[in-house]
C-alpha cells in the first residue's frame, strides 16, 4: 500500500476528492507535477538558451557535439510539455466549470461582470449623450432614453444623469412625461422646446397652445425655443418681461401662423412698447422667424438672427434703435444674419458709424423691398470680419447694372481695407447665368467644389437655420440680379480689375486663383479680360449645361472659330511676345456637361494651349477634374 502511494505521488497527476460548498464530493485532479515539469523544463531552456549562443559568438565549435545532444534533450522536453500544457488547460477549465455549477446565478449578474458596466457612471453618460445626439426623442419616439431600459445598472446611472434629462423638456406632451423629466433634471438648466406632433424631422405650426408650465419654467431655462400661434405671443413676451432670466443663454422665437389679428398686433405693440428692455445677463444667441423684434439685453450676445418677410407687420423698429441694438452688443457679437428684414424707416446722419469691432460673420439675404443692405452697410464698421455673404435682389423693377455692381464692390473694399475678410481672400470666382451675377472671393482654403455650385438655386437659400452656427470660410460672397444683357467679358474685367488693384494698394498678397463659369465661355471676346492680372497662378473652368446648349449648335469644323474666346486667347501670344496671365502654372476644369464629341474640342483647345506655352518654357498643367 505504501509503494502504491509513493507511485501516485510521482507521477504527473493523481486523483483527490475535497468536500464542496453544496456538499458534494468533486473530483480534483493534483496538477502540481505537471507544474514541477513546466519549471524544470523552462530552466533547462534557459541553459540551452545560454550555451547555444555563446556556442555560436565564439566561431569554435569543438564542443559542438555535447552542445547539439543538448538542444536535442531540450526539444524533447519541450515535446512532453505540450502535453503537460493540454493537461493543465483541462484541469482549469473543469475547476471552473465546477465552480460555476456550484455559484448561484444572481451572484454572476454583478455590474462588474460585463466590460461595459464596469465603467465609472460619469464615463457612461458622456456616452449616452453621444447617442443622444444621433437618437433624439421627439413626441412619438423614444430615442435615446431606449437605452435606460437596457438593464437596472445603465437605469440607475442614466437617470442619474440630470443634464440628459434638463434638454427633454417639451419632448414629450403628457403632463405625467413633464414632471417625470423634470423631476430627473433635478434643478438642471432647462432645454424647452415645443416641437409639434409627428414633426420631429420639421417645423410646423402647433395643434395646440402652448402648456402654460413651459412659462413658469422659464427662470430655470437655458435654452428656448419655441414654435408659436398668433394667439400664444402676448402671453410669451409677457411671461419673459414678468421674470428674471439669469440662465437664458440662447433664444429661439417662431411665429408658425401668420394670421394677425388687429387685436392682437395693437396689444403686442402696447407691450413691448411698456417693457423696455427684458433683462437677460447672460443671453449670448437671439433669433427671431417671422416673428416681433422683441428688445432683450444685448451686452453679451454673440449670435443675431432675424427672418421675417413683413418688418412692420407686428412691432415696427426704426433704423436708429436696430443700431443702438447693435451698439449695445459691439463688443461681444460675432455673427449677424438679416435674412428679408430690415427696418424700413432710417432717419440717421450719413455720417453716423456703429463700431463692430468683433463682427466675423455676416449673411444678409433679400432685402425688403424699402431698403437695401448696401444702405445699412454705410453706418456699420467691422474690421475684423472674415465672412461676408450679401445676396443683393432689388426689386424686379429696378434691376442691377454694372456701375451698381462696382458700387456694391467698392463699398466693401473701403469698409474692410484692413480687415481679414478681403486680405485673407486670394481667389475670385465670378458666374453668370441668365441675369444672376455671382461675385465670390475665396479665403486660403480654395473650395472649387462651392465655386461650381455658386449660380445655383440651392446656393441662394443655403443660409437658412440650419447653417447659422456654421463657421464659414473666410471670403466674400456677393449675388446680383443684373440687367439683361451684360457684357460679362467687360463686367469680369471690370470687377477683377478692381478687386487686384485694391490688394495691390492695400499692400496685400496679389489675387492667384480665379474661377470662371458662363455660357459664353468659349466664344466671348476675352482679349481684354486679363489685363492687371499678372499674378494668377490658377485657373478654374466649369462647363456648365449653359455651355453645352450654346456649343451644341457649332457645326462639325466650326470649333476654330472661338478666336477670341478664353482658350484661344491664353494660348496666343501678344504682339510683343508675351502670353496673358504670365504665371499660370495650372488650369483645373470640369465637362460634365459635355457630350464626348464635345469633349474631343475641349481637349484639343487645351492641348494647344499647354503646347503654345510650353514652348515658350511655360509650362501649364491640365487637370481634368470631371468625376467619372
Known sequence: MESESSANA?????????????????????????????????????????????????????DGRNTIMSIDTSLDR??????SARRLRNEIC???????????????????????????????????????????????????????????AWRQAIISCSFLWAREVGAFHSPHSLR????????????????????????????????????????????????????????????????????????????????????LVQELRDLVTSIGSIMCPNLRDMSFVDFAFIPFSSEHLVKLS???????????ILGPQFLDFLLASASTLETLHLDSWLPSVWDE??????????????????????????????????????????????????????????????????????????????????TLQG?????????????????????????????????????????????FWMRDPVDIGDLFHAVAARYA????????????????????????????MFEGLDAIETLHLYLTQEVRERWGTIGPGEDEDHSEGILHVLASPKADGSFLLPRLRSIPYEHSALSVEQRDRMQKQLDRLAKARGSHGMTVSIDDRTAD
Open 10 to 62: 510521482s507521477s504527473p497527476t493523481h486523483n483527490q476528492t475535497q468536500r464542496g460548498p453544496s456538499g458534494d464530493v468533486p473530483k480534483l485532479n493534483d496538477i502540481k507535477g505537471d507544474i514541477r515539469a513546466l519549471e524544470a523544463t523552462l530552466d533547462l531552456v534557459k541553459n540551452i538558451d545560454m550555451l547555444s549562443i555563446a556556442s555560436l559568438q565564439s566561431h569554435s565549435f569543438a
Open 78 to 83: 519541450l515535446d512532453e510539455l505540450e502535453a
Open 94 to 152: 473543469s475547476r471552473r466549470m465546477q465552480i460555476v455549477v456550484a455559484t448561484p446565478a444572481d451572484s454572476l449578474n454583478t455590474p462588474k461582470s460585463v466590460p461595459i458596466l464596469r465603467l465609472p457612471s460619469e464615463i457612461l453618460c458622456r456616452i449616452i449623450d453621444i447617442v443622444a445626439s444621433l437618437y433624439q426623442t421627439s413626441p412619438s419616439e423614444l430615442g435615446w432614453i431606449k437605452t435606460s431600459h437596457v438593464c437596472s
Open 180 to 263: 417625470t423629466i423634470l423631476r430627473r433634471a433635478r434643478g438642471a438648466p432647462l432645454t424647452v422646446t415645443n416641437l409639434p406632433p409627428l414633426l420631429s424631422d420639421s417645423r410646423g405650426c402647433p395643434d395646440q397652445p402652448l402648456n402654460d408650465v413651459y412659462l413658469e419654467l422659464l427662470p430655470q431655462v437655458r435654452y428656448l425655443d419655441l414654435i408659436l400661434t398668433s394667439g400664444d405671443i402676448v402671453s410669451v413676451v409677457r411671461a419673459l418681461s414678468k421674470r428674471s432670466l439669469p440662465m437664458l443663454e440662447q433664444i429661439n422665437l417662431e411665429l408658425a401662423d401668420l394670421s394677425r389679428p388687429l387685436v
Open 306 to 316: 432675424i427672418r421675417g418677410y413683413d418688418n412692420d407687420g407686428l412691432v415696427p
Open 349 to 430: 446722419p450719413e455720417d453716423r458709424r456703429v463700431l463692430l469691432p468683433a463682427l466675423r460673420h455676416m449673411v444678409m439675404i433679400s432685402p425688403v423691398a424699402t431698403v437695401t443692405y448696401t444702405k445699412f452697410c454705410k453706418w456699420i464698421e467691422t474690421p475684423a470680419l472674415v465672412s461676408l455673404s450679401l445676396e443683393h435682389i432689388p426689386p424686379m423693377a429696378e434691376l442691377n447694372t454694372a456701375s451698381e455692381v462696382l458700387e456694391i464692390l467698392e463699398l466693401i473694399l473701403s469698409a474692410g481695407s484692413g480687415g481679414p475678410c478681403v486680405a485673407s481672400s486670394r481667389s475670385l470666382a465670378i
Open 435 to 479: 441675369t444672376n451675377l455671382c461675385v465670390y472671393t475665396d479665403g486660403p482654403k480654395f473650395d472649387p467644389d462651392r465655386i461650381a455650385d455658386i449660380s445655383s438655386a440651392e446656393f441662394r437659400v443655403s443660409y437658412g437655420r440650419t447653417r447659422l452656427h456654421c463657421t464659414d470660410p473666410s471670403g466674400i460672397e456677393l449675388l
Open 501 to 528: 488693384i485694391w490688394r495691390t494698394r492695400a499692400n496685400l498678397r496679389p489675387l492667384e486663383t480665379i474661377s470662371f463659369q458662363s455660357k459664353d465661355l468659349l466664344s466671348i471676346s476675352a482679349r481684354n
